[in-house]
Every structure is written in C-alpha cells, then in structure tokens.
C-alpha cells in the first residue's frame, strides 16, 4: 500500500483533530481513526467515523425491557444474554463506517451484503488508479478437488511463475490501453492534444477485475457481524478474509464486551440440527453410533464429527 | 411531559459529560443532546447520538466522483446538486438516533417507514406508564367532508367537552383494570398478596391506543428527509406533524447546509406531470387554457393551479 | 370467526376462478388459496397469491453455481445443502401474501419484521369492525417468575372470571364510545343527525389494543422462515404462535421439501457455543463433567443440557 | 445473442407448459413469459416469473382505505390517485423474477439497487462463458466536455477501429490467459492432463470488465419503477438504458394501468423546486424574468428552461 504524499497529510490532519463531544466514545477505536491499515498488496481498511459503543447497547436494551432487565447485573451477562437468544436489535443501535480499498473481484463479493450504505469511486467520472492485485506466492492454489468452491495445494515451481506473469502482464496491457483509450494517463497528462478521448464510462471495461476500487462501507454492529461471520470464516475467500480479519480488530477496539460474545456464541458455535442432536445423545450416552443407523448424509455426518473433535469417525 | 427526579438527575449526567474525540461534531446539535423536547401532552423527543455533519456528506460524494467533483467548488453548492439529481447515497452517510416518547396509535403510523433501527418499550416485561394522550381543545376536529381521511373544523362547546370526558374516562378505567389485573399498581406494589396477576403480555391488551410507549429509534439522514417530508407535511395527521415539526428544528442543528437543500427542493417543491407540464407551457405562453382542454381530472386540475397560487382557476 | 355474506361469496368467486398459466404452481396450497382459515375467536389468515415452489429454488441455485451444482443430484440433497449452509439467496426466490386478521396488540409484534410489504386497513379513513380478542379460559396465564417475559400458571375460578369480564365490559365500552364519539355505528348509521361527528383518526384513540385490525402481508421465503422460527417457537406469546402455526401448515403445502430441512436444522435444531462444544466434547469423552469446570452461566448450562435432554443435569 | 441448442430447448419445454391456477394472471406476459429478448451483443432478459398485476394493486388499496375508496370508482383511477401522492404501499404488492446476461461493468452498476433478491453465476463454482461486450459504433462516444459523467460526439474512422480493436483482442487474450491458468477450456476440456488449475476464484480475476455474468433478479413494482425511473433516463448509460427499455416493454405487458400513470407522473413529469416555482409563477403571470432576479444557478435555470421548452431563455 503506498498512499500519496497528500493522502498521508490529510489523515494526519484528521487525527490531530481533538473535539469535544457529549456523545460516548469508543477510546481504543479513536486510537486508530483514519488510519489506513494495508491489506494485500495494495489494499487497506481506514475506520472513518462510528456511533455508539458497548454501553449503547445495553442502554437500548433496558429501554425495551425496562424495569425487567434489573436483574442482570453486568453489561457483559446482559450483552451476552442477547447474543445468546438473538436479540439482536440492540445491536443496531451502533454504527460504523470504513474507507476500504479492495480488488474488483472482492468489491463484487462484498456488494452482496445489501445491508449497508455503499459510496463507490465511479469510473464513469475519474479515471481509476494504476493499481492491480497480484497473490503473493503462498496464496496461489489450484482448484479444489473436493469442495467446488474451494482452494487445494499451492501450485508451485514454474506454474506459478507463469501464472504471476500472465496476471500482470494482462493486468498492466489492460491498463495501458485504457489509458490509450481515455487518451490520457492515470496522472491527467494528455496522450495527443488532436484526439479526443473515449468516454471513461466506456473505457473501464477494458480493465482486469483486479483493479483496484475504493468505497465508503457504513454498517450496523449487528450487520457487520453477519458479514464477519461469513467472511472471516475460513470457507471464505482468502482475499475478502484478508479485510475481515482487519475489521474483527477494529470490531475488539469498538466494543470489546460485544466481541467476546461474538467469538464464543457466533465465530467458534456450531448449529447442530435435530437429526444430529439424536446422534450426539447417543454418543453421550456412551452408545458408539455409526452413520448407518442415523439419517445424516455423508457429509452432514462429517461435517458434525469434524464440529465436536471426533476425528476417528470421519468416514 | 413529566419527567421523574431520576430522569432528571440521568439526562443532567449525560450532558455534564465531555469526551474528546477525532470524529466531525455538530456543535448546535451538542447544545441539545439529551435533552426532553417536549411534544403533545406527555410525549417528548430526545436526540441520544449522532454520526457525521455536513461535511460528511461532501466527503462520500467526493470519494464518488474523485476528481470530478472538483469544479463545485462549494460545499453548499455539491449538496444542493446532490439533493436536486436525486444522489442519494451520500446522505446515507450520516446517521442519529433518537429517544421518543409517543402514544400507541401515532407508533403505529410511525412504524410503517421500516427503514430504521427501533427497540420499543415491552409491555411484555414491564408496566406501561400512567400517561395517556388527550388532545387540546383546538385540535378536536369534525371527520373531513372533503378528504376522507382528514379533520375539518374544530368541534366546540358541549361535544368537545363530551368527547374529552369519554376519552380521559375510558383511558383511566381501562388502566385502572389492567394494574387490577395485574395486580400490580404503576409504581410496582402489588395490590393483593394474596393473588396472582394476570401475565403482562395478556394484561396489555385492556389499554387504550391513546396509551403513551417509547422508544430509541435510529435512522440514516437520507431515510429521516423520507419521514419528515411525508410526516411534517400538512396532510399529515396533527399528532405526528407535532413531532416532525420538532425533528426538523433538530435536522437544521445537525446538517444546517442539507436542511436548507431540503426545504428548497423537498419540502417546498412540487412535482409536475407530463400533462400538468402541457398545462403549464401553455399559461407561460399566454393561453387561457381551462381544463376540457386537457386531460387532468377535476382533482388534478385543482392540485396543480393551487400549487402555482392560480386561485382564480380552481373549479 | 365470522364472516359477512359479501366476504363469503367474494372468496367463492375467487376460489373458482381456473386460470391458465406457464408459470410454476404449488398445487396443494392452490386447494387452500383464498380460504379464511380461523385463528383465536375472530383472527384469521388466508393464502392471497404466491410466487414459485420448491423447484424455483433449485433452479435459482443452479444459476450460481452454474455446472458446479451437478454433483447434487437430487433436488431435495440440493435444498438441504442450501439450508445447511446458510445460503439463503435461492430462498428469497420464492414469495407469499397473506390477508391477516388480527389484534391489534399483536399486530404490533409482527410488524417488528421489516423486510415484508405491508398494507393495513386504515382507521383514519374507515371504521374498525367491532370485533375484539378474549382468551379462552385455558390461555389466561399469570406472569411467570422465573422467566420476566413468559406465562406462569393458568388463572382459575373466580379471579379468571373477573379478568375476562373486565376485558369484555372494557372493550365494549370503548367501543361503544368510539361510535358515539364518530356519530356513527359500525354498520354506518349516522345517531344523531344534527352533529358532526369527531374524526376517525382522532376517535380511534379510545379503542383497546385487541381490537381486531387486518392487513395484506407480504413477504419472500428466507424472511417467512425467519418469522416462522421465532414465533412458531415456544417462547412466543401464546396468540402469535397460534398465527404462526397456522402459517407452518401453508408452508408445508408450498414447498414441502424445503419445509422438512426448515424442521430439521431451524425448529428442531439447537446452537451451541464455543464453551458448550468444550463441555459436550468432554460429555461424549465419558467425562462426568459438572458447571464449576467450565466457563457458563447457570443459564447456559441449563439450556444445553436441556437441548440434550440431560435433565439430571439440571441445576 | 447465441443460445445453446439446449437452452433453447429448455425455453420451449418452459413456455409449453400449460397449469392452472387460482391466482390472478397478465395474459400479455405470460405471452412472451421465458422468451431471452436480446439486448446488446450477447445479452438477453426473461422474464422468469411474476405476481400480481394491476387488479392486486387495486384490491390492496381497499384492504386500506376500505370502504374510504368506494368514491373513487374506476381501477384506473385509483392507480392514477396513488402515484400521485406517493402512496407505496400497494404497488410492494406485486412482484417479478428476471433472468439477466449482462456484462460484469453493466451488473456493478445495477447491483446498487439493493431492494432486490439476486442469485448471481459464480465464477468461484464454474467458468465463465467465453462472452464480452463490444460496443456497436454508433456508441462509441468522446468523454462529454459539458458533464463529468456522460458521453459526448461519436468517436469515428480510424480512432473507432482502434479502440474496437484494442477492446477485442484485450478480452480475447485474457479470457485465453484465464483458461491457460484454469489449465482447462471453456468447454470444459483440460488442457494438460500433467498440470493442475489454479482456483477458479483466482483466475476469474484476469478477465475484463465487458465479460458478460448472468443473474436472476427479483424485485417489486415499486422498486422496479425506481430502477427504472433512473435506467430508462437519458442521464443513464446507454448500455444499462438497453436493458431498462426492454424492462419497460415487460412492465406494460404485465400492469398496463399502471405503466400508463407511471410515465405520466414518473418518466414524463419535472420536479420543480420551491424557488423555480416562484419563477415560474412569475413568467405565467407574464413577466419576463431573467436569472439575475432568482435565486437559481446557472444549471438550476437551464434545467428549469428545459423542462418547460423556453429554449430562447436558456443561458
């Protein structure tokens, strides 16, 4: 990530800046406001500005439950006990917004958590910057042979050579005749003063999908857990995974009390479906169960032993 | 509005508070943060917390248009440009909460806009407040003749008395039976201990829809604009106008340059259709057009003329 | 439930229709289309229109994974997966409208789901039926002391009588109110010819919150499952459950094989947290474990153990 | 537009179906119901399912105003009535499910309308058809001088052929570096058994942006028309502008009445602010006022003068 001289100013104005509020604040995530913090090669993630904190929820929550709520003494077992039964209304009483810069192809993963306020650098109206991703060599993997959607072993040696190379070569080609085509350069420079540019509207589509964009991502807690839930699973693609690891650090700096609920009920749960739950009162029982005499698949047997450690019955 | 000692020693707390913080402020939305607005006869709005100002604004729509924003050289000016092309997605980039205390049957209007964050009081978990909503005298008014869904004149004398005496009657009965079955007064002591009460969730349903509620209610600027503009408008019913009209004092506090843009464009704006447009080139170039020349119903015809102050032209 | 002969003729008339379509149909919800089916004493709902079935969720799947989805190879392991995963996109493919009666306090709850569309009878323009919501004899609970939010034990003799008296005596006064305070009756018959009566928006006010009102609901399938989940759930009043398992029966009739895997991983299926795996992992070892070893609550540890059924577990 | 033989046959066995239905029908669509009408070079619409039509908008506004809409007595008029005063609610009530090819820059611009449900390919399942766009000539445009954002002259001769040019073997040779990574053909042939593919979720991020995706959408009346609202103007660019007028073919075959009233109030009619009504009041009274006796802008008073035709007032 390289920002420019006048990019590394402005966040540096913004964080000198000292107000006075009577609104909460959140003292650990002030720490680290505006700051870009890199991902990938030429990404990063910058928390522009939130409301609310862990005191927020809790606050909203007694004005539900109003006199009822008394007996849960702490903010944490009140907090906990929301995420617990999925109470989840509170939590949208906090909100938070990002500065992210991030491939193409991942802005297009992302874009389909629709619960969110979206402000999109548009290349209909300024050319995009000269920016592509590239995997660094441990992230090159071949396809999955078992799951479809997957990654396998890292491709190694002379393949992976040539792939970087096809990637980047293609990656600034593309661009160089974008730039032919805008008849200008990324830096405002005109190409020939006797030609006329082609619509940048138009231009873009030359471009690989590893160009980089760059967004305003505003959320509420509740729904940016949802998205970290997915997201920093590791299902997820590596590359949106990169962002979301970031983003469960700003979350543990937001509002600590509502993270360690996170990570115990969401991040490391497991949902157990009825026909599973048959199975696991078997094994408690000290019955020594096989699949044939449930009705779990394959794949929901496994996925089920995997969840609860029981390695040796992975079929 | 009452408040009790407690509240009072609460909203005083929170407002003798000063937290430094990098974010944006809105320094004459702080002057009033937490403060009981008084609406209705007990009702109140309470600004909680906010995110971003006017700036915030400009801001989102830069990173939009990158360098294309540039020749607007003002920030009133991009506003103003945002608010007439319908650019919607930076206003979305602020967000306030606020605490309202409301009787039941404006809740229910209210709820319908479902754009919003909202943790209501439970009347499953907690006793309702003693307080219920008795209009004054001059907002008494008739069923519309003209408008079926509107008030026409005010309702004097004996019937308003009458009307006034049935409402405050039956909202003290229906309250006094559901604290008996309860059995549990107001204020929390229990009436018989010798008797159950009745499961408040089932209690409930005796109160009237005139019963005050409350709530933390939560929205972005752009979907608050939506509210106001529909619920500030004089088709509006009184009730909910009054705590529009409250909110609109609290919109020019937060983002005094967007308020502006609203009344000029919204508020104050009209909507013309193809037709009504035939209409009116036809006044602008001088012809004494009346309505069998054109394909407006009575209504619209009536709507139009008074819209442009053509008051001779109504039929 | 009673309806008007209007009502039932209109719904004969709707019933008998046999339209030709290429669209896909749900023959078994087709047999129930119109048809009021009763709840409580005067609620009812009635499957209005839908849109797709079963297959319209496999096909929508295979667009996104394209070839990749061959391996599944019978639509019901394909539906299954989906709900497994929390991939819940191919179920919003699929959409429901309801007509509800209902009253009004429960209304209230309902409307909490926002991603539905909503049209409402309005009582600013018309008037409400006289109709109101009294439990039955065997639904009349006293609040419960272990749980702030649920029903104890059922209210006998004399104190039930009293409570379902005043519920009666206090909604037919209300109403009979509400009529005076109109000038009019609900059939429409003006009283007192010489007076204007108040306007509806302002008398309906003075109504009981289980007065009945009705709505035309609509909603998709991932959203309608949503609902289902936490009001078919035993924790949830007594008088939406009763919507609601009405509501389990429609889906059923829709799209039976998406409703058995909603049974399986969603109704009958439980959540356990990071520390629960710890606990039950250590169960299946053959450990006697008991909650001074562990990291839960009293609360979370009854709760699994109940999910369990370990009931000499319990503490 | 190319469909597989395969396709096409899948389209014909959908439109020979012949079921029945108890559920309201729009003969004119179900007419052209599964057709792929072409759009751009290899794009296409079908329009996949639908709910609703003019008569469920009618019959929703009743269930609200009952019998407040007795006065109003023909369909037409109250459609025209309620997208007059912007009452939503009941246009939610019908729904429609399109299928979609269209190219990846074209999709990011569509997927900001999130009121919709999308099920998108997935090039992390599957590869992606060997597709992109090319524009036609006609609309190969010069970046606009005048507007940021839009098109200005065609772009001719020997530019056009380069540009051309350039676009076509640019995707050609990434979409053959792509399958040279995947080491496997579009058709799905390997290319060399020796080696393995890198991830699918990899290569796909070496194509350009015309690559052509396809999706399902689904959507309501009332989001459809605001996507339309802003697709089908001449602000929009042409190659989404395509898509949304063939969109509004499909919406005059489905709710006739309604496409009528939304052309009139909607695509024909003007916005006009609270100041350009004071300048237009002005000019209808017959003053000949110029800008410097407003408050408007420079663009406010064009945009005014053009709305209204006063071509000789534009500045």
């Not at 402000?119 to 993997?141: G, M």
């Not at 799951?147 to 990637?167: P, T």
Request: proline content about 2%; glycine content about 6%; aromatic content about 10%.
């Amino acid at each position: 990530m390289k920002l420019t001289k006048e990019q590394t100013q402005e966040i540096k104005d913004l964080q000198s800046q000292s107000n006075t509020t009577k609104r909460v604040t959140a003292p650990r995530l002030e720490e680290i406001l505006y700051e870009a913090l890199p991902i990938l090669d030429h990404g990063f993630i910058r928390v522009i500005d939130y409301m609310g904190n862990d005191n927020s929820i809790v606050q909203a929550a007694r004005v539900s439950y109003g006199k009822g709520t008394k007996k849960v003494n702490t903010d944490s077992g009140l907090i906990k006990y929301l995420m617990r039964h999925w109470h989840s209304t509170p939590f949208e009483m906090c909100e938070i917004k990002y500065h992210v810069k991030l491939p193409i192809f991942i802005a297009r993963q992302w874009i389909r958590h629709r619960t969110a306020n979206v402000n999109e650098y548009s290349a209909r109206y300024s050319i995009l910057d000269k920016e592509f991703y590239l995997p660094s060599k441990e992230n090159l993997a071949a396809q999955s042979t078992s799951n479809r959607q997957g990654r396998g072993d890292i491709i190694n040696g002379g393949q992976a050579e040539k792939v970087l190379g096809l990637l980047k070569e293609d990656a600034e080609r593309t661009y160089k005749n974008y730039e032919e085509m805008l008849n200008e350069r990324y830096d405002g420079t005109v190409i020939d003063d006797n030609k006329v540019g082609l619509a940048r509207e138009l231009a873009r589509m030359n471009l690989t999908l590893n160009t980089y964009t760059q967004w305003y991502w505003k959320t509420d807690l509740l729904n940016l857990m949802n998205f970290l839930r997915l997201r920093a699973d590791h299902h997820a693609q590596y590359e949106i995974r990169a962002y979301a690891d970031v983003m469960l650090d700003t979350l543990k700096r937001w509002v600590p009390i509502t993270y360690d609920a996170f990570i115990d009920y969401r991040v490391g749960g497991t949902e157990v479906s009825s026909k599973g739950k048959e199975v696991l009162k078997k094994l408690i029982g000290g019955h020594n169960i096989n699949i044939d005499e449930t009705d779990l698949s394959k794949r929901e047997w496994n996925e089920l032993m995997q969840a609860f450690n029981l390695k040796d019955k992975l079929i």
